[in-house]
């Protein structure tokens, strides 16, 4: 087979190695990990859903699985994804629209807000869902 015609030895496209890690990386990885984490979480819904559907005694076991330290780590991740998946995708609302924000100042602090909005956000749901 003859070779692909590409003679030049530099990569086609900017790899990892030849960037330098900054916040906007870091906050794209995260967005596309966290959507992985929201099907996840769908699953876990339908599951719920399922259990419910079954009745008091599939119900009583995934309430336990939920209630446990496990389930309640998982539920706040979980929450922390959909605030961190929210945010991001506003960002990127901006972007796309009036497209703004493209400065690295702007784009890294915008990227530390997102994280910030997650945890505080998630940490604030769980306290008011535990004081009702």
């Known amino acids: 087979m003859a070779g692909s ?6 990569p086609m496209s900017p790899h990892l190695q030849a960037w330098r890690w900054h916040a906007t990386m870091y906050g794209s990885i995260f967005h596309r990990v966290t959507g992985v984490g929201l099907y996840g ?13 079954s009745g008091p005694a599939t119900y009583a076991v995934v309430e336990a699985l939920m209630h446990s330290w496990p389930g309640q ?22 972007w796309d629209g009036p497209m703004v924000g493209f400065s690295p100042r ?20 769980w306290s008011l869902a535990t004081l009702v």
């Open 5 to 10: 015609g590409w003679t030049d030895r530099r």
């Open 106 to 125: 702007i784009a890294s602090a915008w990227s530390f807000l997102n994280f910030a909005f997650a945890v505080l956000g998630a940490a604030a749901i």
């Open 73 to 94: 780590l998982l539920l706040f991740l979980w929450t922390m994804a959909v605030l961190y998946h929210l945010a991001n995708g506003l960002r990127h609302l901006i």
């Open 41 to 53: 979480g769908a699953f876990l819904i339908a599951a719920w859903v399922v259990a419910l559907a």
